[in-house]
């Protein structure tokens, strides 16, 4: 079965794939950033669908056969983790999981005043205006190719996101083994977060960490780690910068990104007045 590690995009679900690969395929708690698919890799992915739906680009042909394709994943009665950016919704009878596919949810949330500046690098948005719209949206989708003639890359599947109070309101109703992490108390408790997460999946999976592999993975796994390893090896997740021949860095500002320093007070008090009910629900505001 799955359990589904769920975010928002540019809210540290990276950040714990790499630590939970690190904890369960590494002998020592170190990390290889070509080792995250050992998890289960992405869901939605074409490749997953490759023999359900004809037309990758048909939103009902592929909202039809998200049960089906994760039912076929389920077959090896195997307990996998699939991170996902997918809004936990349903389109007319169709829903994008079900129990029986589900073990459990890991849903990383982060402040969306810092989410904002992340969209803004990472989707090539050429003001805070324009990422500010992209949160905003109800009607956000992920993986929409226009271009027919053009080789898609597997991770180009139709993927809703909506907006972020959708996205987390969506995924905090999974009443079955629901387990909710902030990417700030990531940044200011790294131990004791991931620690949570440890006695989380030791009540899913048989897990016995000792406390020196649990030191080590937090080490290999901290953000300024994490972005060196980029710098020196590149990572295949990080996307194509539009203005150069280069790939644009995945790890880019991380605990320097704060909005007291970076955002707009007028969008800022936008996206507090749009977001309040679950910021304040968070502990954000």
């Not at 809210?11 to 395929?25: A, D, K, P």
């Not at 590494?26 to 992405?42: C, M, R, T, V, Y």
């Not at 995924?171 to 108390?185: A, D």
Request: aromatic residues 12%; hydrophobic residues 35%; contains cysteine.
């Amino acid at each position: 079965m799955i359990i589904w590690l769920a975010s928002y995009p540019k809210s540290g679900n990276t950040w714990v794939r790499s630590f939970l690969t690190s904890i369960l395929y590494s002998n020592e708690g170190n990390i290889n950033l070509n080792d995250l698919n050992k998890l289960g890799g992405q869901y939605p992915l074409r490749s997953q669908f490759k023999n359900f739906v004809k037309d990758f680009n048909n939103i009902n042909e592929i909202k039809n056969e998200w049960i089906n394709t994760q039912d076929f994943l389920n077959l090896d009665d195997k307990t996998k983790f699939f991170k996902t950016h997918h809004v936990n919704c349903k389109i007319g009878s169709s829903s994008f999981t079900n129990l029986n596919n589900t073990l459990g949810v890991i849903y990383i949330v982060r402040d969306p005043r810092n989410v904002i500046t992340s969209i803004l690098h990472h989707y090539h948005k050429s003001s805070y205006q324009e990422a500010k719209e992209f949160i905003f949206d109800e009607n956000r989708w992920l993986g929409l190719l226009k271009e027919t003639n053009v080789e898609a890359r597997d991770i180009d599947l139709p993927t809703l996101i909506g907006s972020w109070k959708t996205h987390y309101n969506s995924w905090k109703v999974v009443n079955k083994n629901f387990l909710l992490i902030k990417y700030e108390e990531l940044l200011s408790n790294p131990e004791n977060e991931f620690k949570k997460i440890i006695e989380y999946l030791k009540n899913l999976i048989q897990i016995n960490i000792d406390s020196q592999k649990f030191k080590q993975a937090i080490e290999a796994c901290s953000f300024k780690n994490l972005k060196t390893i980029e710098d020196k090896e590149g990572f295949i997740e990080s996307v194509h910068n539009r203005e150069s021949d280069s790939k644009k860095k995945f790890f880019n500002l991380g605990p320097s990104n704060d909005w007291k320093k970076l955002l707009d007070k007028d969008i800022r008090l936008e996206i507090e007045e749009k977001f309040g009910i679950e910021m304040r629900e968070l502990d954000y505001l």
